[in-house]
């Protein structure tokens, strides 16, 4: 999805700042979607403001600049809509982590080590706040509850994944690879 979708999506759950809504995108469940930075959220919002999708207010703060609020209008449901009737691209997947372990032959048996406990931990940790954290909307409607259970399952298969393959990973690389001395 581009910038201008996401920011369309942001809104359709209710007003937001640019701030807010960058905020949101950075926020599970937005944050498992896609990567979308102030530099392409503020012109997003100025295009859908011009093409009248959606619409800005300045909402004064204390002691503090006044902060532009947009709402989505009836046109902008509706460009919402039809995004969401466009057929997904497939989805990429980027990771440094598999990056790393791509070159593990560049790496110590003991940096390897590390590194992978310390993803098991991340995803134990990120598995524990997904379990605790079911809002009302997961349970209500099932869109943020289905991605909710797949964002779940894709968590608990990685690190079941590490768990399962790690010794064996640390074996082979540590046993005949080119790794580097500590």
Do not use: W
């Amino acid at each position: 999805m581009d910038a201008k979708t996401l920011c369309l999506a942001v809104l359709s759950h209710g007003d937001a700042s640019g701030y807010e809504i960058k905020k949101t995108l950075e926020d599970p469940p937005f944050s498992h979607f896609q990567d979308t930075g102030f530099g392409s959220i503020y012109p997003a919002l100025s295009s859908l403001a011009q093409d009248g999708l959606v619409t800005g207010r300045a909402m004064p703060q204390e002691k503090r600049p006044d902060k532009k609020v947009y709402s989505i209008t009836p046109s902008g449901r509706t460009a919402l809509i039809e995004a969401l009737a466009t057929p997904p691209g497939p989805d990429r997947f980027r990771s440094d982590f598999l990056f790393m372990l791509f070159l593990a032959d560049q790496m110590s048996g003991a940096q390897l080590r590390r590194l992978i406990d310390d993803r098991i931990a991340l995803y134990e940790e990120r598995i524990a706040a997904m379990e605790s954290r079911i809002d009302g909307a997961c349970q209500i409607e099932p869109g943020p509850g289905f991605v909710h259970g797949f964002g779940l399952a894709l968590y608990r298969s990685a690190r079941d994944y590490l768990l399962a393959n790690r010794d064996r990973f640390l074996e082979e690389a540590e046993g005949g690879q080119r790794l580097v001395a500590e």
